[in-house]
């Protein structure tokens, strides 16, 4: 499974980015998706996930009603649509994709992550 997010980048507080990953290698609308961050001096922790088909979605307490995690199984893509930003999102985000089609699936697979970084 190949995994290739995009769409980090440097936005002040309050601003919006959307960050989409392609994957390859196998069936993807068979797998959930999800989203992970790390930010610096800290651990990987985990920010959202959406089930196989797109009906399920989960999401870390901190950022909900801020970011939207979405699929679009024709283009093998999932995004995180992050609105509302603050400083404390600052991380390296990563696409995860997992071993079974629900949001509680183990997640196996990483991308090689995309930078957010949210000035004050």
């Known amino acids: 499974v190949q995994l290739q997010a995009s769409g980090g980048g440097l936005v002040q507080a309050g601003g919006s980015l959307r960050l989409s990953c392609s994957a390859s290698?196998?069936?993807?609308?068979?797998?959930?998706m999800g989203w992970f961050r790390q930010a610096p001096g800290k651990e990987r922790e985990f920010v959202a996930a959406i089930s196989a088909r797109g009906g399920g979605t989960r999401y870390v307490d901190s950022v909900k009603g801020r970011f939207t995690i979405s699929r679009d199984n024709a283009k093998n893509t999932v995004y995180l649509q992050m609105n509302s930003l603050r400083p404390e999102d600052t991380a390296v985000y990563y696409c995860?994709?997992?071993?079974?089609?629900?949001?509680?699936?183990?997640?196996?697979?990483w991308g090689q992550g995309t930078v957010v970084t949210v000035s004050s």
């Open positions: 995860a994709a997992s071993v079974g089609p629900f949001v509680s699936s183990d997640f196996a697979y």
């Open positions: 290698g196998r069936t993807f609308s068979n797998y959930a």
